[in-house]
């Protein structure tokens, strides 16, 4: 009887942290919940199995035990029965079957209910890289990185690729995963059914910060992602405090030939134009003032193999405060 708690460790470990909204088992889109219902029809059966062999075990332990005063002697020895043959082979095959019907009918429906990739449809280019997000609404003419925003209610249609090595794409609770290929690109769309914010998660062991390679899907009613989709398009590197001022200046020295605010600077690092709007650095972190010191400092001892070089012996203790004031005005978000 041991598998009964490997099976319950095993559901706990899909269910995942409930209020991150990172749970396959709560399904809040189109494709998670076709991916729900078959995951359920399969743990089902497999219950019903467990429950058979656990009887029949039981019963055939309890019959055939030896009995207190009874002789030591070998059992009768059969070998060979045809009817029981035929059954073992049939029965899985019949559960293979149930299980592996509706998988190919869901297969289907997930490509036929695909959107066009055309102008009525919101699409979005994703890139990942070793260990960050990058997306680009080719329709809307802006980039971001980390949140990914989209309407609800909507068939969002996704180019997927990598700049570097193979990573997945997964937001568990909005749809399955699909591989970032280097030099290759690959399609799929989600579909979330309630607004709110969806955690999302690298699925392929991309290196050493892999598991902190987290994103997030902030899902709009569509008037509210229109409008903010305006901000993004219009938005510029914004300084109205002093230290923001003095953050600029470092910020334009030592920051813009990597990261972009509003239309300026380079794309091989996260876009910032929204940084302030952002609840999580670096997929992981909370965005406080000492967090977001600590990564210009030294990004490395805080994800290692990421690609950002610190800036710990460059920069003064100021110059670090003034950047941090700099990026949490980059805000569209109100
Ligand atoms: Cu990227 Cu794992």
Redesign the pocket.
């Known amino acids: 009887l041991i598998p009964v708690p490997i099976f319950g460790f095993l559901l706990l470990m899909l269910a995942g942290c409930g209020e991150e909204n990172l749970s396959a088992l709560r399904p809040k889109g189109t494709g998670a919940k076709i991916q729900f219902d078959l995951m359920m029809l399969s743990i089902y059966i497999m219950i019903g199995v467990f429950l058979v062999v656990a009887i029949i075990f039981t019963y055939v332990i309890l019959k055939y035990r030896k009995r207190r005063g009874e002789e030591d002697v070998i059992p009768e020895q059969v070998e060979g029965n045809t009817t029981l043959e035929v059954l073992w082979t049939a029965i899985p095959i019949l559960l293979l079957l149930i299980l592996a019907i509706p998988t190919v009918l869901a297969t289907f429906t997930l490509a036929a209910e695909a959107p066009e990739d055309d102008k009525d449809t919101l699409k979005v280019e994703v890139t990942?890289h070793?260990?960050w997000w990058d997306f680009n609404y080719p329709g809307l003419d802006f980039n971001t990185s980390q949140d990914l925003y989209i309407p609800v209610g909507e068939k969002v249609y996704f180019d997927l690729t990598s700049n570097d090595v193979i990573?997945?794409f997964w937001i568990p609770a909005l749809s399955g995963k699909m591989d970032t290929n280097p030099g290759l690109k690959n399609s799929m769309w989600i579909e979330a059914k309630e607004p709110g914010v969806y955690k999302g998660k690298?699925?392929?062991?991309?290196?050493p910060s892999?598991a902190l390679?987290d994103f997030k899907v902030i899902a709009l009613e569509r008037d509210d992602f229109d409008a903010w989709a305006d901000k993004m398009k219009n938005a510029k590197a914004k300084a109205d405090t002093e230290a923001a001022q003095a953050g600029e200046e470092v910020f334009k020295q030592s920051c813009i030939s990597c990261h972009a605010v509003g239309e300026e600077g380079g794309n091989l690092a996260p876009n910032l134009t929204n940084f302030g709007d952002r609840e999580t650095l670096a997929g992981f972190l909370d965005v406080t003032d000492e967090n977001i010191a600590d990564w210009i400092k030294d990004p490395q001892s805080l994800k290692p193999a990421n690609s950002m070089p610190g800036f710990g012996n460059d920069l003064s203790d100021d110059e670090i405060n003034s950047l941090v004031a700099y990026l949490k005005e980059q805000k569209i978000n109100q």
């Open positions: 990942a070793q260990y990573h997945s690298c699925a392929e062991l991309c290196g892999h390679m």
